[in-house]
């Protein structure tokens, strides 16, 4: 009778009788233990090189784009107001991914790109609006500073660094990054210093300008995913930049001016007094055109990548009353959820919300302000109500003038 052989692991040298499960090949033989670490050992090593497109979790259908209306209310749940703002972005919106999924039916006909400038006054919901639209169609997103960007061979970041950001965000899926937002912020922080040549170069002005032209128009860029500068060995990965959005967004703070300057220089005869007299001098950004951004100092290159011109209009004191309690993620929804989860039931007196709503106009802080009042006001009752025995608590005027009046803010002065 023939002796049965035994298979030993190639890598431990373990027979199959001391082991639970062998696994044998053509020439050779590994055990469970040994074929578990060696899954191990794949898998940390693969965790440590680039991370390879799989499937995306992000799933726009472009057969099923909301249209300009549904996004739109989609956005009123969001933000307060803003509806020239809103139409505007939800018309490009629509457009842009309508353009994703155009079919070529031999006329010719290319739709471009329609990228997006917002301007308005610092805590109007330029970011919020850029956000809420990406969560809506389910796209890679991303908000960049444009400050912090300056011309290549200079200290700072470079543009092509908002296309790292973009990649990493979507998970390394190159096609869904060819089909994301980004928003830069602060845009204005990028103009021209001056109309005079200088012996010095604009570095983070009008350099930056010039080298976020190629992103904006659309082209191939060789992207950095950990950074170009701190990894310089690394491989590029190349990303089209063509069906990529930018909305851009900035305070433009002193605009007004210019608007008011050019407004003037055409009021020549009396009709043109008249239609003077009608403009509404508490927002001059209504009436913002063009080449109001030039005079300003963003170049006219830019400018023309930029084609959707929409602002922002203050926000009121109608407006600064709803953001406290209307929208989903509301201030006075995001407390009471706080308090909410430590077993507290919050409310607030009307009059408590009018007084931080006067603090904010009187300020003209916009919606940041009036986030930086109700912190200041609910600080103290954070700190105290975790350990309180009451379940209940109610947020007087009383409370909130006192509040205000111990924190050290000069909004409290």
């Known amino acids: 009778m023939a002796k049965k052989i035994k298979n030993t692991c190639s890598f431990c040298g373990r027979s199959d009788g001391e082991v639970s499960l ?56 969001y933000v307060i107001g803003q509806d020239d703002a809103k139409r505007y ?14 079919q070529d039916d031999g006329s010719g006909v290319e739709i471009e790109k329609s990228n997006v400038i917002m301007v308005g006054p610092t805590g109007t919901g330029k970011t919020l609006l850029a956000r809420s639209i990406a969560k809506l169609l389910n796209v890679p997103f991303t ?25 990493q965000v979507a998970d390394f899926d190159v096609e869904a990054t060819e089909r994301g937002i980004v928003f830069i912020d602060e845009i204005d922080k990028i103009a021209r210093k001056s109309d005079n040549p200088s012996i010095t170069r604009d570095v983070s002005g009008e350099g930056v300008q010039q080298g976020l ?79 109001d951004l030039k005079s300003f100092g963003l170049i006219p290159e830019i400018i023309g990548r930029l084609p959707v011109l929409t602002y922002l209009n203050p ?49 003209k802080l916009g919606a940041r302000g009036l986030r930086s009042i109700m912190e200041a006001v609910m600080v103290e009752a954070q700190y105290e109500s975790p350990s309180w025995k009451e379940k209940k608590f109610v947020v007087t005027k009383d409370y909130a003038q006192e509040r205000l009046e111990k924190a050290n803010l000069p909004l409290s002065k």
């Open 22 to 77: 062998m696994i044998t090949g053509l020439n050779a033989c590994i055990c469970d233990s040994c074929a578990r670490q060696a899954y191990e050992i794949a898998s940390t090593t693969l965790d440590d090189e680039e991370p390879k497109s799989g499937k995306s979790k992000f799933n726009l259908n472009l057969n099923k784009i909301p249209k300009p209306k549904e996004i739109k209310e989609y956005l009123d749940q």
């Open 89 to 102: 972005l939800a018309v490009s919106v629509y457009n842009h991914y309508k353009r994703l999924g155009q």
């Open 143 to 167: 908000i960049v500073d444009a400050t912090v960007f300056t011309e290549a061979g200079y200290v700072g970041e470079d543009v092509e660094s908002i296309l790292s950001r973009l990649l």
């Open 213 to 291: 032209l190629k992103l904006l128009e659309g082209s191939m860029v060789n992207v950095p995913p950990k950074g170009g500068r701190k990894h310089p060995d690394q491989d590029y990965v190349h990303v089209n930049t063509r069906n990529i959005l930018f909305i851009c967004g900035g305070a433009f703070d002193g605009i007004e001016r210019k608007i008011a300057q050019r407004l003037n220089t055409h009021v020549v005869g009396y009709d043109n007094v008249q239609a003077n007299a009608k403009l509404d001098r508490e927002n001059f950004m209504k009436y913002i055109l063009p080449q």
């Open 315 to 363: 926000l009121d004191r109608t407006a600064l009353r709803n953001i406290l309690t209307e929208p989903k993620n509301s201030l006075v929804k995001q407390q009471i959820k706080l308090f909410e989860m430590d077993g507290i039931e919050l409310s607030f007196e009307p009059e408590a919300l009018e007084y931080m709503v006067d603090k904010a106009v009187e300020y």
